[in-house]
């Protein structure tokens, strides 16, 4: 694979990483504030609590598909949750 032209660096790899954390506790914030737990939400939404856990932890980045279910039971656009 050429990987030239794609950056690496260490800086931009922190930054990305903070992504999913900054996402997982928007997510946490608009659950609580629909008084949803979290096995609620996931079963709503058709994942796994343990796995609704990690995106709040931002431990695993969720598909744009999850996402997707995610807004719809929240009940917010997707762009909200960024």
Known sequence: MDYSGCSFDNDSMRKNA???????????????????????????????????????QGRNTASLEVLEKIAKV???????LF
């Open 18 to 56: 903070k992504l999913p954390k900054a996402l997982g506790k928007r997510l946490q914030r608009l659950r609580k504030g629909t008084n949803l737990t979290q096995e609620q939400l996931a079963e709503k939404v058709g994942i796994s609590r343990a796995y609704m856990g990690y995106i709040e």
């Open 74 to 80: 929240l009940k917010v656009k997707l762009s909200d």
